[in-house]
């Protein structure tokens, strides 16, 4: 029940009570008073509810206390949960992902809200999942943290190892209702674990080769001392310290080890001298001495890796610096500080025989022999022996030197090779990228489709979260988001940027400039590394493209020259698409013409033919009445410049308006044969007998103008099928055309040959040639070649065009050669045309 309900109750209660009370007077005495009783008794009771109330009042304001602490604990938690820097994530007991921070996302290379709902086995490998079930109900039955193994792929395919923890969460009453589980990538320390291996067989290998090489020798110098020993037994002494010499000779030559000389070095002198120890000191900046190498009979102290204070060899020192040898046969005698002297006796030193080692000139080390036993006398040839060992020892410093620099040539270089390798490869798949990309928008005229390959390739060619394109409006104040292509981020397709809300970076953008940054603040993406290129051409900004990383990586050398390189490949394929619109408007705006100027000239001819009838009557009969008063045929027949005024202008008259009627006559024509009505009437000619007539006239003309034209018709051509008013109009045009526009002295040929299935008629003319960039127009309406008419005697301008539709008409072809200052059409027909012959 409800509290305001309770209390409501209550109150009621309370309310029928005092009425009651207040109704007692009106029962008889013995019910009066069994009713007294009874309301006593009932407003104890009542007391002890409202008493109750008020606890559970302040019961329930402690439990919304509670409530809130838990709501603030459970945030607390989701924060932390949030923000932990491991992937950590809640799934049910089938392992289905209920909740998974950053971590786990980014792990995964997937969103924190597609990981929701999704079986945390779909990241597992196939090989893999056995174990996962098999561990997941060994945890479930043994109820135990539990830890294992596991390869997982993320959703782009990108494997790697990673283990497993998983923790039980438990609801009041103990039952398991969630598990935690804890990712981690152990990639790393898979490499490192592979790493080791490697180098301890490595290592395992070295050493069993170098004690068998060290057997080996061993054997060999055992052999050579016994038989030193029984040859030279007088010379002991310095054959053993020759020997000395040699092995640690050759141990410098097969070892580059340091340690390993200088262990050998002190190992074969106190074995060569006798004495109780001998060691190495390797002097360090500040002056003092580190024993680095030591032999030491097992009665005396070992002194391996202590140092000597610079105090203790300050007696010394000028000898060694000056590489001259310091011989003490008692250290008793020779009476150093007491500083030094109390510490030879703490290092048990009796006799000592110290000798510099020099490198590169300077002071490196002592090697140094103690007897510790009692004093002793060094020979000359133990010193000039122990001198011999010191240059041997600084050799091989030098030499292990020299070996630790060309290791670390060869560790240099090869990672200078991995990195340029690596940015050789990076190179080569940007340059696949870009001629990809360059190979797909320039193959593509929408505008549309190019944005969306650029974003699409560079998004998931560079491999990173977003990628996106603006284009720019005319007056270029704002960008607008045409296409992006994201991974994680929010979409921002569609919006509209006002330029000056960023004012710093379209300034750039808009100079041609690009430019990378990081967003501190974190916007409606996030906070991201960023890369904003324009795409610009030599016409203007068009656009820009921008990229998108995360906060801590930047953008290399080669990604920026990359996206350059795009951008500049889609301001060439952008400008082309918008010249291809245009250009697709023009032709459609110039087809619109054209129709109207075709119906203009299909509807003008029948306009004008009644009119030009008349005016063509009108000077027929003006010539009448010209000739009666001023004998106009007799002035028409003399020279022009012999002619009067009105001869002269008659003529102009009559020329202008027989040229008007042609006109009308070529556009009746051509409108006829583009209207398919132009009628086809088919007879055999003999164009021996036909064609001569037909080219008289133009011979004569010819020889007005200063021209030869020759005619070749073979006697032997056979009997031609055609239609021979269209054949003499096709001819007659083009043998118009070749004395147009031949110049004197020069000559136009016409020739007939037959073909197999054709008869072939060429028509050619020298001293002109027809540029190349006009002859695809010669055969249009009205076209006129320019400044190529010697004669200037004008025409219709349709002539070519008439003839080029009857010649199609006809089922034929036609063709033009110009070069050389010659001009040649050649017409081929068909022959066969016997079953369309008319009667």
Request: overall charge negative; some cysteine.
């Amino acid at each position: 029940m409800k509290k305001e309900i309770f209390e409501q109750q209550i109150e009621a209660t309370s309310q029928r009570r005092k009425e009651l009370w207040q109704r007692t007077e009106e029962f008889p005495t013995q019910d009066k008073q069994l009713l007294v009783e009874s309301l006593q008794e009932h407003d104890q009771t009542l007391e002890e509810l409202q008493v109750t109330l008020e606890e559970l009042r302040s019961q329930n304001e402690e439990l919304i206390a509670s409530r809130q602490t838990v709501e603030i604990q459970r945030q607390r938690y989701q924060d932390l949960f949030e923000l932990a820097p491991d992937a950590y994530l809640a799934t049910n007991l089938d392992a289905v992902i209920l909740e998974a921070n950053q971590a786990v996302a980014h792990l995964l290379n997937i969103s924190q809200e597609h990981l929701l709902g999704k079986p945390l086995v779909i990241f597992v490998t196939g090989k893999a999942l056995q174990n996962f079930y098999t561990n997941l109900s060994q945890f479930l039955a043994t109820d135990q943290v539990s830890k294992w193994e596991v390869e997982i792929q993320t959703r782009q395919g990108r494997r790697f190892p990673a283990t497993f923890k998983v923790k039980a969460v438990r609801d009041s009453s103990g039952r398991v209702v969630e598990l935690l589980w804890l990712l981690q990538d152990i990639t790393e320390r898979k490499q490192h674990e592979a790493a080791f291996q490697s180098d301890r067989h490595l290592l395992e290998t070295q050493v069993e080769q170098r004690t068998a090489e060290l057997v080996e020798t061993n054997e060999q110098l055992k052999q050579e001392i016994a038989k030193r020993q029984r040859a030279e037994k007088a010379l002991w002494q310095r054959a053993e310290g020759e020997w000395a010499i040699r092995v640690i000779t050759e141990r410098i030559r097969q070892s580059l080890n340091l340690e390993e000389i200088l262990n050998t070095t002190v190992a074969e002198i106190r074995q060569v001298l006798g004495s109780d120890r001998v060691l190495i000191f390797r002097t360090e900046p500040n002056g003092d001495g580190v024993v680095v190498a030591e032999s030491v009979d097992a009665d005396w102290l070992s002194f391996l890796g202590n140092t000597a204070p610079a105090a203790m060899f300050r007696e010394c020192m000028p000898l060694y610096r000056q590489g001259n040898a310091r011989v003490i046969d008692d250290i008793q005698q020779v009476g150093f500080p007491a500083d030094i002297t109390e510490f030879f006796h703490s290092s048990q030193v009796n006799a000592a025989l110290g000798v510099p080692i020099m490198h590169g000139g300077r002071f490196w080390g002592l090697l140094a022999a103690h007897q510790c036993s009692a004093p002793r006398h060094w020979e000359p040839l133990e010193i000039d022996l122990l001198k011999q060992l010191a240059i041997q020892v600084s050799i091989g410093i030098q030499q292990s030197e020299l070996y630790r620099q060309v290791q670390q040539l060869n560790t240099n270089l090869e990672r200078q090779v991995r990195d340029r390798t690596a940015q050789l490869q990076q190179a080569l798949d940007f340059e696949a990228l870009l001629k990809r990309i360059t190979d797909d928008v320039r193959d593509r005229l929408d505008e549309n489709q190019i944005l969306q390959v650029v974003v699409w390739e560079l998004g998931v060619g560079l491999n990173i979260d977003g990628c996106d394109t603006g284009l720019y409006d005319a007056d270029q104040t704002t960008s607008t988001i045409s296409y992006e292509y994201t991974l994680g981020i929010p979409s921002a397709q569609g919006q509209v940027v006002q330029m000056a809300d960023f004012w710093e970076g379209y300034s750039q953008l808009l100079q041609g400039k690009y430019f990378q940054f990081c967003q501190m603040v974190p916007d409606s993406r996030g906070a991201l590394t960023r890369l904003a290129c324009p795409i610009v051409d030599d016409q203007g900004v068009l656009g820009d493209l921008w990229l998108f990383k995360p906060q801590q990586d930047v953008f290399s050398e080669l990604e920026i020259r990359l996206v350059q390189q795009v951008a500049n490949q889609c301001a060439i394929a952008l400008r082309q698409a918008r010249l291809h619109q245009a250009a697709r408007s023009q032709v459609e705006e110039l087809e619109k013409l054209n129709r109207l100027k075709d119906d203009f000239l299909n509807t003008v001819p029948h306009e004008l033919r009644t009119p030009v009838s008349n005016m063509k009557m009108a000077i027929q009969m003006l010539s009448i009445a010209l000739n009666r008063d001023y004998a106009l045929f007799a002035e028409m027949g003399k020279p022009r410049e012999q002619q009067s005024k009105v001869a002269r202008y008659f003529q102009i008259l009559q020329n202008e308006c027989e040229r008007e009627i042609r006109l009308i006559d070529d556009l009746l024509d051509l409108q006829k044969l583009y209207a398919g009505a132009h009628p086809l009437l088919l007879s055999a000619i003999q164009l021996q007998e036909w064609l001569p007539p037909i080219v008289e006239p133009f011979q004569e003309r010819a020889r007005n103008h200063q021209q030869t034209l020759l005619l070749d018709l073979p006697a032997d051509l056979p009997r031609f099928i055609c239609d021979p008013t269209t054949l003499g109009r096709i001819l007659s045009e083009l043998l118009e055309n070749a004395c147009k526009y031949t110049p004197a002295s020069e000559t136009i040929a016409f020739k007939v040959q037959s073909q197999p299935g054709s008869v072939q008629f060429s028509v050619s003319n020298s001293g002109v040639e027809i540029p190349e960039r006009e002859l695809p127009h010669i055969f249009d309406k009205f076209y006129r070649i320019p400044s190529n008419d010697p004669w200037k005697q004008g025409g219709t301008g349709l002539g070519l065009t008439i003839v080029k539709r009857l010649i199609a008409h006809l089922k034929g072809t036609l063709r033009v050669e110009s070069k050389d200052r010659q001009t040649c059409f050649i017409l081929d027909l068909p022959s066969d045309r016997s079953a369309q012959i008319i009667s």
